[in-house]
Antibody, heavy 130, light 107 residues
Framework: EEQLVESGGGLVKPGGSLRLSCVASGFAFNTYTMNWVRQAPGKGLEWVASISYSSSKIYYADSVKGRFTISRDNANKSLFLQMNSLRAEDTAVYYCARDGSRLMVRGIVINSFSGWFDPWGQGTLVTVSS | DIQMTQSPSTLSASVGDSVTITCRASQNVNGWLAWYQQKPGKAPKVLIY???SLQSGVPSRFSGRESGTEFTLTISSVEPDDFATYYCQQYNSDSRTFGQGTKLEIK
């Protein structure tokens, strides 16, 4: 079964830092683009960041650029989100999500981006408050 | 950034009804659009990708259509398990964006 499990959420003061982790199982982690998506309480979904299978391509939402850093450790099937200079508006459930598909030819990743998300983790809550 | 506008925000329906949710993109997304279903306290689940491709395991009562920058998600005969919030998402650009969501409620 393909599974993603997030951890690291919690209560942090404005201006503080937090590091989220996501551990994958049940699929070839090192061949897929991975993502973070967040959802503020009672609000809609907001894409946060994406990282390609080899970490060569990284993209951020404007709302977090310069404050958040996405990274991955393929050997340990793990995805991370380092969040600095946190603000009240960063309060949300943070989901780890895999890109839905990738293109491989003869065992070589041609394109790890598909752009849609499947599967998702269960989410971890980050609360930024004094 | 590409803006995605969903309508309606809330939709009331009875079991057995056919319902349609609309998503409009602020510019051409070349069909790179997905639909998700989310239930309270749960992670979203993809229903459709590339505008009209049904994800494996998703019931055939769900379907997607594309007409230029307008996309629709149709549930042909609503079942009790379908009452949830639905989101569209474009992935034409490196900056992915979601619609604001449509809540499907029991009439």
């Amino acid at each position: 079964e393909e599974q993603l499990v997030e951890s690291g959420g919690g209560l942090v003061k404005p201006g503080g830092s937090l590091r989220l982790s996501c551990v994958a199982s049940g699929f070839a982690f090192n061949t897929y683009t991975m993502n973070w998506v967040r959802q503020a309480p009672g609000k809609g979904l907001e894409w946060v960041a994406s990282i390609s299978y080899s970490s060569s391509k990284i993209y951020y939402a404007d709302s977090v650029k310069g404050r958040f850093t996405i990274s991955r450790d393929n050997a340990n099937k793990s995805l991370f989100l380092q969040m600095n200079s946190l603000r009240a508006e960063d309060t949300a459930v943070y989901y780890c999500a895999r890109d839905g598909s990738r293109l491989m030819v003869r065992g070589i990743v041609i394109n790890s981006f598909s752009g849609w998300f499947d599967p998702w983790g269960q989410g971890t809550l980050v609360t930024v408050s004094s | 950034d590409i803006q995605m506008t969903q309508s309606p925000s809330t939709l009331s329906a009875s079991v057995g009804d056919s319902v349609t949710i609309t998503c409009r993109a602020s510019q051409n997304v070349n069909g790179w659009l997905a639909w998700y279903q989310q239930k309270p306290g749960k992670a979203p689940k993809v229903l459709i990708y590339k505008a009209s491709s049904l994800q494996s395991g998703v019931p055939s009562r769900f379907s997607g259509r594309e007409s230029g920058t307008e996309f629709t998600l149709t549930i042909s005969s609503v079942e009790p398990d379908d009452f949830a919030t639905y989101y569209c998402q474009q992935y034409n650009s490196d900056s992915r964006t979601f619609g604001q969501g449509t809540k499907l409620e029991i009439k």
